[in-house]
Each structure stands twice: as structure tokens, then as C-alpha cells.
Antibody, heavy 128, light 110 residues
Framework: QVQLVQSGTEVKKPGASVKVSCQAS????????IYWVRQAPGQGLELMGW????????NYVQTLQGRVTMTTDASTDTAYLELRSLKSDDTAVYYC?????????????????????WGQGALVTVSS | QSVLTQPPSVSAAPGQTVTISCSGS????????VSWYQQFPGTAPKLLIY???KRPSGIPDRFSGSKSGTSATLGITGLQTGDEADYYC???????????FGGGTKLSVL
């Protein structure tokens, strides 16, 4: 069965960096991509971006450009999210989710966000 | 503020039918596929509907999706207390070249 298992809780100071991992199992890792989604306390879902596990192509939300890096390691079927220059409003639960292997998962001229399996989430708290 | 607009909350009695709307524009819902997610407090979201109206394996047919123009709708029939959760729509935004979610709707089954 498809599983995404994420790393644990992190507490960081403002200005620091955090790296969250997401280890996949139960499917061929390089046939899909990974979305990273975060949820601040009491708030909705924010799609941070996507990475293809096939060719490492990425697509980041504009508001995080320059602070975020998504990578994968096919030898361990693991995806990573690094967020730098942390601020208090980066405090959130960070989720990984399986997505399509190509940006936008487009077909017939229409694209989609299809996150069919999710990790359990990793709480990142940014506080001085 | 989300690109996609959802009502903050909806409510209905057990056994009734409820709909949750998701409003967008020509560059997102109007030209792409919509998906819907269910999230219980303290847990990860779960895919309910994809490609506007398709249900993944294991999702009951009480859940349905539709799309018309720049809006999409999630329908739930035969409401159960166990359906109390937050529901999110998602789609691709062609002008942003990225995915987006709605702000979420809290369903209460009274």
C-alpha cells in the first residue's frame, strides 16, 4: 500500500532553516511527483510547490521563491523540503502528498492538482 | 486570501443533503480540473473527488462532484455525523502556473 512517512516535529528560531523529509513506499517513486502543502494553525491548506521525482523539475509558489528548495533522492525514495530564513508565520504543519510526474499533470489541455496520498504531517514551530 | 472562494461553513441535519461551492475564474476552475479533499481535525487531508467528478476507490457514492463554468460543487447525500470535517477544493491556476486550494469549508452535521 502507498505510504508517505514524514520526519518529526521541529522547533526553530527565526532566521534558521528547516529540512523536512518524506519517505515513500508502496509505489515506484520516480513515476510520480511530490506536492508540499502547509497548514498554519487554524488556517487552510497552502500549496507550496511540487517536484517531479523523475527529473527533479520543480514548481514553487511565488511567495516562497528564494526561500524554498525541494529535492528528491531516488536511492532512498525520499523527498525533501528545505525552508530558509524562517519567520514566525512559517509555523505550520507541513504535508507531503503524491502527485503527478509532470508539472500540472496536464492532459487534453487541462491541468490538475491531484494529491492522492498524503504523509502524516510534520509540525514546524518557529519561535524565539 | 485564497484564489478559490468557498463558504466558511455549511450545516445540515443527519440524512440530509448538503452542497459546498468553490468559485474561481477562467484561468483556474474554468480551464482545469477540480479536486476535493476531506480533512478531520489533527489529520492529513484525504482525496475525495478528482477530475471534477471522479471518486477514488473506496470513496462512497454519497460524495459527488460537479463543475460548471468557473465554479465547482461538492455534494454529500445521506449526511452522517462522521462527515463533520473541513472540505477543500483544489485546481491548477494557468495564470500562476501553479496549484491552488480554496480556503476550506467546515461542515457541521447538526
Amino acid at each position: 500500500q502507498v505510504q508517505l512517512v514524514q520526519s518529526g516535529t521541529e522547533v526553530k528560531k527565526p532566521g534558521a532553516s528547516v529540512k523536512v523529509s518524506c519517505q515513500a513506499s508502496g509505489y515506484t517513486f520516480t513515476n510520480y511527483g511530490i506536492y508540499w502543502v502547509r497548514q498554519a494553525p487554524g488556517q487552510g491548506l497552502e500549496l507550496m510547490g511540487w517536484i517531479s521525482a523523475y527529473n527533479d523539475h520543480t514548481n514553487y509558489v511565488q511567495t516562497l521563491q528564494g526561500r524554498v528548495t525541494m529535492t528528491t533522492d531516488a536511492s532512498t525514495d525520499t523527498a525533501y523540503l528545505e525552508l530558509r530564513s524562517l519567520k514566525s508565520d512559517d509555523t505550520a504543519v507541513y504535508y507531503c502528498a503524491r502527485g503527478g510526474v509532470r508539472r500540472g499533470s496536464c492532459s487534453g489541455g487541462r491541468c490538475r492538482v491531484l494529491a492522492d496520498y498524503w504523509g502524516q504531517g510534520a509540525l514546524v514551530t518557529v519561535s524565539s | 486570501q485564497s484564489v478559490l472562494t468557498q463558504p466558511p461553513s455549511v450545516s445540515a441535519a443527519p440524512g440530509q443533503t448538503v452542497t459546498i461551492s468553490c468559485s474561481g475564474s477562467s484561468s483556474d476552475i474554468g480551464s482545469n480540473y477540480v479536486s476535493w479533499y476531506q480533512q478531520f481535525p489533527g489529520t492529513a487531508p484525504k482525496l475525495l473527488i478528482y477530475d471534477n467528478d471522479k471518486r477514488p476507490s473506496g470513496i462512497p457514492d454519497r460524495f459527488s462532484g460537479s463543475k460548471s463554468g468557473t465554479s465547482a460543487t461538492l455534494g454529500i447525500t445521506g449526511l452522517q455525523t462522521g462527515d463533520e470535517a473541513d472540505y477543500y477544493c483544489g485546481t491548477w491556476d494557468s495564470s500562476l502556473s501553479g496549484g491552488v486550494f480554496g480556503g476550506g469549508t467546515k461542515l457541521s452535521v447538526l
